[in-house]
């Protein structure tokens, strides 16, 4: 694969906010069937293997998986606090649950809930996200070897970045789009 | 009025993050006609007078206020990283531009405006954003007095608010409801 041009600045900034573990945290926009937004902190787990595919886990009983399957685009907004500076990365969201029939994407599953903390698995054993609480929360690590069937890979592959410098003088905005072909341009806009 | 019953965890998150500057920056989902959720971060600018509102800039050229038109209900997702907790906050979203007929959104906006920096309101004289740039931007100081005509204030009056303390051992999480009295209630939900 070609690495899309926006990879670059991205991997600066990530590098350059290294020392702020929450510089990997991001908002994700989806939308539910009635047409309202919803927006929550996610995690950046990495790229998906050799691609420009930006990957996080979910709960497949959370909202957003539900959100997804009405409406499968969404908008990733990436604030960097130590350079000022702003990624919006659209496109379509792709939810990796148990039944997916691509093996290489279930190998990526597998990986992934490996890698993961006990604390990173721990939410997978809790009840029903967003239910009424009725009681202490389960404590007992998960099994750190199979994935729970709740479980999932959410996999971004975005067809617009829009990145915003604040810190320069004046500000610098460049919009990333891509093509049906999938070739990348980029242009610098107005901030 | 009265304080809403979230105000209170707001406001000791506000206290206990106020050394990050960057606290008060949160991302506002918006959806446009098409039905896509855009996403992007705002900053915070307090509370409109005695009320529940929470108050923004923006500006009338920017997507969100075409967004807006089309779609008023939002959602902020905001996540303070000192204290490990995030709020959503979700409604409708007014916007306050030259043309509004209520005088004191009018001595509202007029206000903001006389109340920021020198830089917040450069922003203003820039042309119209996400637009190619064909050279430097503006760089005179507009005049402090009298808002130019696309500067507007955006009002977010919650209805359903979400708190998340993920500092918890284990989490926890409550839920706002307004109902259509305007009473709010509060549940504690699983994470």
Not at 142 to 167: G, I, K, M, S, Y
Request: include cysteine.
């Amino acid at each position: 694969m070609t690495l899309a041009p926006w990879r670059t600045p991205l991997a600066r900034a990530l590098h350059r906010n290294r020392a702020l573990v929450y510089s990997r945290y991001a908002q994700l926009a989806t939308v539910d069937p009635q047409g309202r937004p919803h927006n929550r902190t996610i995690v950046f787990r990495g790229f998906a293997g050799e691609t420009n595919t930006l990957e996080f886990i979910t709960d497949q009983r959370s909202e957003k998986v539900a959100h997804l399957h009405h409406q499968p685009w969404g908008e990733l907004c990436w604030y960097f606090p130590q350079t000022r500076e702003q990624f919006r990365l659209a496109g379509l969201l792709q939810i990796i649950d148990e039944l997916h029939p691509d093996p290489q994407a279930q190998k990526a599953r597998l990986h992934r809930w490996q890698s993961l903390s006990d604390s990173g698995r721990q939410p997978f054993t809790w009840p029903h996200p967003g239910q009424p609480r009725t009681g202490d929360l389960p404590a007992a690590p998960p099994d750190p070897l199979t994935p729970p069937v709740h479980f999932c890979l959410l996999w971004l592959a975005p067809q617009q970045v829009d990145h915003l410098e604040l810190r320069g003088n004046p500000q610098n905005r460049y919009c990333y789009r891509q093509d049906d072909r999938g070739i990348w341009t980029v242009q610098a806009v107005n901030p």
